[in-house]
């Protein structure tokens, strides 16, 4: 689950890792309120006002139709106003956006943290996540802050360094100094460090994360280390025993499509083709997709309806895939196992009468348990359904409704 | 011989009274496999399916010498069930449940690296090794002897996957779900190793999909060390970046985690990769048939 950099910020704070402060408004007003705090608080007269919508890029994405950046710094009270009219309500459109965009209805008005001082301020990046391969988490750090780490990677991956973690022991005190020397900090700044890592982990560890990126960590002027941006993505099946996390979600960020399927008990993913799909099993409702495009088609969906393919998800399937205006044509994928495909074929065709008139051709595939009876059933049905059992038979018949 | 599971295996059933565990246990019983007890916290003493309810995993190993579990425990309590296995000295650990915490799956994977066991799972579905022994959910009747080892992420693609190789005239030696999971016991190159140092074993069908690298690991290690040949399969070519489709680690983080990078190492490889997945059965047959 992702959250939003306010959210994450605070998760960080409560666990004693020092962050860029700010406060959340809704409204131009409201941010000016916030600007008027954060000078109160930071004694600076700069602050920074943050798009809060779940995806990168920001700084670099624009409002749609105008020059307004999403993260931008109001050197005074009538820009914070200015620059918060610009963004909230509007879309702002990232390179992890898409063209769509996504509308904004929140910034964060923050505190501006690159003031000089007696050193220069510098950027880092730190991440923690977990490293599949070795089924430990690993720290992901490098001195080129501030920058996609994909891009770091590819062009000086020399200078990525990792850090894993064992399981039995968490992050020991030993491998937070290394990665603050590795980092080429000393004096108070490097012990900021070890203190900044050593608290980001156990923020991560006691939260059940999937991921923390922090990007950047910035070293300021004057040898504090602080969290500027922080991207967190929270286990999905840890969320029951965190039910404060839990209420973090923001639904407005998700489409609301899915948000209904999910309600439906299933796992309905939205995408931009025109052939739509509903299966059971995940890894064969990926493959199915493949199918739709390998027959001409493009996939609207990824539908996992699960291994209880009855009329009632069968009808609930068909409703949300008939949601979306670019359907011309429907597969359904069932493999039936312990599920019997007689009685999904029976789910199909009362689905189909009780939604009453479905404009778009179906195809059926079903195989497995009873598929020559369930295929009958759909013949004799008398609906607009082709039946198949073999998935060439349906990858054919898409081909045929396609063109 | 066959892997990981066969008709000596004696088999627990961890969560046997739950009603998955109750359905998928008779189930297996029906196949003919060897299911010889259970274990149920507090039901120690009972009897269910005919057989034995123990407490702890432990009086069912030493009451009945089982050295295979397959555990149906909710979420929250799988992470223990599966170290409850490990610790009792069960030899295959099956887990089949979906959804647990990966922080529990880290601890587990820790824990189980120091004993003398293989797990395979979570979040699959299971192992069969035809007329001999199910120790999974998957429908039996799919899946005929034959000489074709399987190894998948995904369920019903297995079974998709079996279905077309006993169609195009071929049998399953063992199918191996090995899980959709991010951490999960059994990754595909120790699943496709187990099954290329099987005697019963003539070639490999190895189906994968978006997100990890668990199948360009074992592209490499077939390239260095295989003697089958295998044709392989990466499911969600059409998956956009960054979301998650269904299985917990179907997701495109990177640029190494997506279909078509898989496939092209898989390719250059030596694997025999399709584009489809109505051509697997196909493809094995024709490879088969231009070795013999």
């Known amino acids: 689950m992702n959250i939003h950099e306010y959210q994450a910020k605070a998760i960080l704070n409560k666990y004693g890792v020092a962050i860029q402060n700010g406060i959340v408004a809704t409204t131009p007003e409201e941010a000016v309120e916030a600007a008027k705090q954060m000078h109160a608080s930071s004694g600076q007269s700069w602050v920074v006002v943050k798009s809060q919508i779940h995806a990168g890029g920001r700084g670099k994405g624009n409002i749609v139709g105008t020059e307004q950046r999403g993260v931008a710094l109001a050197k005074n009270l009538d820009a914070v106003k200015e620059i918060s009219t610009n963004i909230l309500g509007n879309v702002l459109v990232t390179i992890q956006t898409g063209e769509k965009g996504k509308k904004v209805s929140k910034v964060l008005v923050a505190e501006d943290v690159y003031y000089p001082g007696a050193s220069e301020p510098k950027e880092y990046y730190m991440s923690v996540l977990l490293d599949r391969q070795t089924s430990q988490n690993v720290i992901i750090y490098t001195t080129e802050g501030g920058m996609d780490i994909e891009e770091v990677a590819e062009h000086t991956p020399e200078k990525i360094h990792k850090e894993w973690i064992d399981p039995l022991t968490g992050l020991t005190g030993f491998q937070a100094r290394k990665i603050a020397y590795n980092l080429g900090l000393s004096g108070q700044a490097n012990k900021e460090m070890v203190k900044f890592v050593t608290a980001l982990y156990k923020a991560y560890e006691e939260t059940d994360s999937a991921m923390f990126e922090i990007n950047p960590v910035l070293k300021t002027s004057d040898d504090k280390i602080l969290a500027v941006d922080a991207k967190v993505d929270i286990d999905d099946n840890a969320l029951y025993r965190h039910a404060d996390l839990a209420e973090l979600r923001d639904e407005s960020e998700e489409d609301p499509t899915e948000v209904e399927a999910k309600k439906s008990n299933l796992n309905y993913v939205k995408l931009d083709g025109n052939v739509g799909c509903m299966v059971n099993g995940a890894g064969l409702a990926m493959a199915t997709m493949d199918i739709i495009k390998l027959s001409g088609g493009e996939p609207a969906n990824f539908l996992d309806v699960g291994g209880t393919a009855n009329a009632q998800t069968v009808e609930a399937g068909f409703r949300i895939i008939l949601s979306d205006p670019n359907v011309k044509a429907i597969l359904v994928n069932v493999f039936g196992g312990i599920v019997r495909c007689d009685r999904v074929a029976q789910g199909i065709v009362d689905a189909y009468n009780n939604i009453g008139n479905i404009p778009v051709p179906i195809i059926v595939r079903l195989q497995g348990t009873n598929a020559e009876e369930g295929k009958k059933l759909i013949d004799d049905s008398g609906l607009k359904v082709f039946s198949a059992i073999q998935l060439k038979e349906a990858a054919d018949l898409v081909k045929q409704v396609l063109s | ?292």
């Open chain 2, 1 to 292: 011989m066959s892997v990981l599971v066969n008709k000596d295996s004696k088999i627990i059933v961890q969560g046997f009274t739950g009603s998955e565990g109750t359905f998928h246990a008779s189930q297996m019983i029906e196949y003919g496999t060897q299911v010889v007890g259970g274990v149920t916290p507090g039901k120690g003493g009972t009897s269910h399916l005919d057989r034995p309810v123990f407490n702890t995993v432990q009086e069912g190993v030493n009451a009945t010498g089982a050295d295979v579990s397959i555990i149906f425990v909710p979420p929250a309590f799988a992470g223990d069930a599966i170290m409850e296995a490990a610790d009792a000295g069960i030899k295959v650990i099956v887990c089949i449940t979906e959804g647990i915490p990966v922080k529990d799956m880290v601890k587990v994977k820790a824990y189980i690296k120091k004993r003398a066991c293989t797990l395979i799972g979570p979040n699959c579905p299971g192992v069969i090794t035809p007329e001999e022994a199910k120790v999974g959910i998957m429908p039996g009747f799919v899946f005929k002897k034959g000489r074709v080892g399987i190894v998948s992420k995904s369920g019903t693609l297995t079974y998709e996957a079996a279905d077309q190789i006993v169609k195009a005239g071929l049998g399953v030696s063992t199918a191996i779900g090995i899980g959709g999971d991010p951490i999960i016991g059994t990754p595909t190159k120790e699943a496709v190793e187990l099954l290329m140092n099987d005697p019963e074993t003539d070639a490999i069908v190895m189906i994968g999909e978006i997100g990890g690298n668990y199948e360009a690991l074992a592209a490499r290690w077939i390239k260095e060390n295989g003697t089958k040949p295998v044709v392989g399969f990466i499911a969600g070519q059409t998956a956009p970046a960054g979301r998650r489709m269904g299985h917990a680690g179907a997701i495109v983080g990177g640029k190494d985690d997506t279909a078509a990078a898989k496939m092209k190492i898989m390719a250059e490889c030596g694997i025999h990769v399709v584009e489809s997945p109505a051509e697997i059965g196909a493809a094995m047959a024709t490879l088969l048939s231009a070795k013999a």
